[in-house]
DNA sequence: ATATTATATATCAAAATTGATATAATGTCA
DNA sequence: TGACATTATATCAATTTTGATATATAATAT
């Protein structure tokens, strides 16, 4: 992990997976359902501070795998305070609202 | 479960809390942690419906006991499906945000 | 085009949450 | 005020999540 990588754009990458009519179906709930809305923002702050999975996990005290699970549109089980921890390795702050 | 109770209202209820050092020191965290604000959600949203506990679990699939845990300031162990779950039940969505 | 690295996910053990039951303390009602 | 109901939480089994390891597929670097 000396040399940085340069990761795709959030919107490349968004671009790029909407090609995948599954991805289509998952993205279309965003608005909806709070596991794929945070998902969406989870890879867009990852992203923008140009972090791998992997160097994010070590950030936030957790593994490589819990970040591509929360980061999957598909995953429904993992916890607050592991969002939390992930949340704050990437300088954000997590904000729940019951509207 | 056939006659229904009047519960306190959250503001009174607050109120009440507030005289007590302890739950002073949570809420006065409750705009920088998303437990702290949540469970302080959870309940007005609980309170404004006249729902016991018992109630709310039954409506969400869940128990009494997960409630209770979910509306203390100091757990932090929650999932955010079962939040969802108990959000829906109150006729709430969850929105997170990181900001 | 090839080499290297990142991501998604399978397997399974370890850790944590949820639920059932019980109950003391607190709240509501008659 | 006493009877009844609600809430907070202890104990512990059942269920689910998290982490370690591994690896096929996809992305990035050269």
């Known amino acids: ?20 009519p599954e991805f289509r179906k998952y993205a279309r709930q965003a608005d909806d359902d709070p596991f ?16 791998t999975q992997s160097q994010l ?17 598909d995953y429904r089980g993992y916890s607050l305070s592991v969002l939390e921890k992930v949340a704050d390795a990437l300088g954000k702050k997590v904000l729940i609202t019951l509207t």
């Not at 794929?36 to 972090?51: D, E, F, G, S, W």
Request: aromatic content about 4%; overall charge positive.
């Open 57 to 73: 996990a070590k950030l936030a005290k957790t593994s490589q795998e819990a970040i591509s699970r929360m980061e999957s549109l």
């Open 36 to 51: 794929v809305a945070t998902a969406l923002q989870l890879i867009r702050a990852r992203k923008k501070k140009n972090l």
């Open 1 to 20: 992990m000396m040399k940085k990588i340069k990761l795709m754009s959030f919107e490349e990458w968004e671009k790029k997976k909407l090609k995948n």
